[in-house]
């Protein structure tokens, strides 16, 4: 089947199996706000024939179309940056690897052609084995041939900024641009990690509600050493989350909840005694992957963070 719509590349509008990409994928992201199977986004076709959007290579480019569809990052370990935290370029443009070395192979010369013509693509980014966040619309802005990439936008605010002028750019505008590519692409990216590896469930309490369910950085993301690394997250109800983030709940480094002194011996509702000081003793459920389980070391600093605060 997929041979014959490759085949009958008339009846193909790009713009329209773009869009009709964007829709399926909306719907999909959707219902597994964590992460996407390849199987799901692959259950994708137009005009009534299927048409794969996860293939084995990273830039995949459907015979019947003439640019670049999608990109895509694989999963790496736990305790591994994914490959975009490194290759970050200034005002937070992602650069994306050429297909080894050539500027001219097919599929560099297929993302090429969606720069040049202005082609939104969606980007998919592992977050376990066979599972990704989808991010799109996304777009190619820009290439360096003598680093062996492109650099990809992923917020529109990045499209209007020109590659070559954003050393001129005042701190604040950098500063904002390098916010955007946080909230569209570091965040939930690392949220989808943490609870993938965490089985989707709050480390203290086990709640399963996924809508309910966030990442929490154990050394801050605004501190030196707070990377998007699952083991330095927690997967905690929102709840949890923001005692975690306020200092009402601290956790040792042997994984055991505590309360502050302060808020253990104070008498409120039923919220306070069940959710937060019947926390105090707990021992976090981690993940059964040792090097997804939280960092010592991380666990160490920020519980000094908590002693100080009470």
Known sequence: ????????????????????????????????????????????????QPMKLVVQPGIWKPAALEAALTIRTTYTPPSQLPPYEDAIAPGGLVKYAYRGTDPNHSDNRALRTAMQDERPLAYFIGV???????????????????????????????????????????????SYLERLVRARLHQPVFRARVLQAYEKQCAMCRLQHTDLLDAAHIVRDSDE?????VPNGLSLCKIHHAAYDRNIIGVRPDLIVQVRRDVLTEIDGPMLKHGI??????????????????????????????????
């Open 128 to 174: 376990a084995k066979g599972v990704y966040q989808a991010q799109f619309p996304v777009y190619v802005v820009a290439e360096q041939r003598e680093e062996l990439a492109f650099l990809i936008a992923v917020d529109e605010g990045q499209r209007l900024v020109d590659p070559d002028l954003v050393a001129s750019l005042t701190p604040d505008r950098r």
């Open 1 to 48: 089947m997929a041979g014959i719509f490759e085949s009958r590349s008339d009846m193909l509008d790009d713009a329209q199996v773009r869009a009709a990409m964007f829709v399926h994928l909306e719907r999909v992201s959707a219902l597994h706000p964590e992460g996407v199977t390849s199987a799901e986004i692959n259950q994708f076709s137009v005009a009534g």
């Open 225 to 229: 050493g707070g990377l998007p690394v």
């Open 277 to 310: 000081q019947a926390m105090h003793g707990v021992r976090l459920t981690v993940p059964s992957h040792r090097a997804a389980r939280p960092d010592a070391d991380r666990l160490d600093q920020r519980y000094d963070e908590f002693l100080a605060a009470g």
